[in-house]
């Protein structure tokens, strides 16, 4: 009887263990949206996540008359914290434009906080594309962000960028920005 009763005990606290486990939510998401960033793409982008670790292809081809330009971005992240509607992440950003495109270095907030003035940029510009008209940019960024929101999902990222890696090479700080949907 002693027996019995120990292997029920055995038995009891095993069942006992396996429910009290809990099973790791697996996060798995695909969204579809808008970005804009000098180092993540410029347009049209789609995310996916899976687990901790995600990817983020952006896109946007514009074609003026004979002219046709593009950026195409590629992003990976990696989750450092996450809540139901809040991400932290770190992430690693490369994007490739054609020449046209330059208009982002105009817009870029970290211009008005650096040594340049307006009018050397637009000398500066000038100067650089009148002597080599069909320069890319190869622009590169690590940093971290964050996710906001249950649907649509704000991302906002902030890093630091090797700009134009293959005509005029600067460092300088990025600030990157996301609207995307769940799908």
């Excluded at 798995?28 to 899976?50: E, L, V």
């Excluded at 450092?80 to 982002?104: D, E, L």
């Excluded at 590169?140 to 902030?158: R, W």
Aim: aromatic share 14%; hydrophobic share 40%.
């Amino acid at each position: 009887m002693k027996k019995y009763t120990v292997i029920a005990i055995i038995l009891l606290s095993c069942i006992n263990l396996s429910f009290g486990q809990e099973k790791e939510k697996k996060l798995k998401r695909n969204m579809c949206g808008i970005n804009m960033g000098a180092t993540t793409g410029i347009g049209f982008s789609y995310k996916h996540w899976k687990d901790v670790f995600g990817v983020q292809i952006t896109g946007l081809p514009i074609k003026v008359d004979d002219d046709l330009d593009f950026s195409i971005g590629l992003t990976f992240f990696s989750t450092i914290k996450q809540r139901k509607y809040f991400n932290i992440f770190a992430y690693a950003g490369a994007n490739y434009m054609s020449s046209n495109f330059r208009f982002i270095f105009d817009m870029n907030p970290i211009y008005l906080f650096t040594n340049l003035k307006r009018e050397q940029q637009n000398t500066y510009y000038e100067t650089v594309h009148q002597s080599n008209y069909n320069a890319n940019y190869f622009n590169t960024s690590l940093g971290a962000g964050v996710e906001i929101g249950k649907n649509p999902i704000v991302t906002i990222m902030t890093g630091y960028a090797a700009l134009d890696l293959t005509e005029s090479f600067s460092l300088l700080p990025t600030i990157e920005v996301g609207l995307h949907f769940k799908i």
